[in-house]
């Protein structure tokens, strides 16, 4: 299994795998499905802003998950935290695919010089939990009934990774952040 940045050719497969993901789940709170332009405008943001989007191929270049990062909030106090994705084929999860596509998330989020990572996910959804636990990241809130999907309120658990030991004053805007961070 190899780990790449996404390429406009994988957007049918990150297209299929995010619908899955709102169809069926509760990994993501949107009931729209997308369509191959949607995501394609998504990919084309996202990368332009200077954001990873990562994918997991086989050998034969089959897209076996992606995830990606952006900005936790528009506010520049917090351009040195992102908030994370990961999604994974449901034919391949539960064979490692999503922690590798963590650990390379990771690895680039700290090569961006960013401090934490921040995930949100839903408090039922305890692979996912289970996962981020293994990486090292800590449950740190619980929202309570703030989301809705298939007739039914879902609690939010927040976890987080601190990627770094940075210092306030290391971690000054004209010491570290290029334009990418402050998105």
Not at 32 to 45: F, I, N, P
Request: proline content about 4%; some cysteine; hydrophobic content about 40%.
């Amino acid at each position: 299994m190899i780990i790449r940045d996404a390429r406009p050719n994988d957007i049918d497969a990150i297209t299929a795998i995010y619908n899955h993901a709102v169809a069926h789940t509760t990994a993501i709170w949107n009931e729209t499905l997308a369509d191959r332009e949607d995501r394609l405008a998504w990919l084309v943001q996202r990368q332009g802003a200077g954001w990873p989007v990562l994918v997991a191929v086989d050998p034969r270049e089959t897209i076996l998950g992606y995830a990606t990062y952006g900005p936790w909030r528009p506010h520049e106090g917090y351009r040195h935290t992102v908030e994370h994705s990961v999604y994974v084929d449901p034919a391949q999860q539960g064979k490692g695919v999503g922690t590798l596509l963590m650990r390379a998330l990771i690895d680039r989020a700290r090569a961006q010089k960013m401090h934490v990572m921040v995930g949100g996910i839903e408090a039922g959804n305890m692979a996912s939990l289970r996962l981020h636990e293994a990486l090292g990241f800590e449950r740190t809130g619980l929202l309570k009934e703030v989301g809705m999907k298939f007739g039914r309120w879902l609690d939010l658990a927040f976890l987080q990774l601190t990627l770094d030991r940075r210092s306030p004053e290391d971690a000054h805007p004209s010491s570290d952040c290029n334009s990418n961070n402050r998105r």
